[in-house]
């Protein structure tokens, strides 16, 4: 295996726009975590999501960015079976704090509701993915000034 061209976990804790992809086939776009090596997107029991991984728990999952002002394009492209698992709080505001920062006060009252205790009752649950290839490409350029 040969070392990445550049720092995935820095890329990765970086609140970008994933998408991840099931077996439909059906593609949408998440917010993530990365974090112990696995990729975790919070979902609810009753979405199309959480009921495709049931059905075939193989994912693929893209994070990429593309500016074409300084020629940077990098992408993290990931495969592997998600696992649904019980959804946590304090992981769920780590997540949230990375895309509405860290004053909880200021997010949206829809997207507060999962860290104030009551997402067990919601039916909320994580979609764990810890990939079985992981794949990150720099394809970067020089940007025509």
Not at 62 to 82: F, K, L, N, S
Request: hydrophobic content about 40%; aromatic content about 8%.
């Amino acid at each position: 295996m040969t070392s990445p061209p550049f720092d995935v976990d820095a890329f990765l804790s970086r609140p970008l726009t994933a998408r991840v992809a099931t077996n439909g086939p059906t593609v949408r776009p998440v917010w993530f975590l990365w974090e112990d090596g696995a990729f975790w997107i919070m979902t609810g029991q009753e979405t199309r999501l959480c009921h495709r991984v049931r059905s075939d728990p193989h994912v693929a999952l893209v994070v990429d960015e593309c500016d074409v002002t300084t020629g940077c394009v990098r992408q993290v492209i990931a495969h592997g079976d998600g696992e649904l698992v019980p959804f946590d709080v304090p992981r769920g505001r780590r997540k949230l704090a990375r895309y509405l920062g860290p004053d909880e006060s200021r997010w949206d009252p829809r997207l507060a509701e999962y860290v104030d205790g009551r997402p067990q009752g919601r039916g909320s649950v994580w979609v764990r993915l810890v990939p079985t290839m992981l794949r990150a490409r720099d394809l970067s350029y020089t940007a025509a000034l």
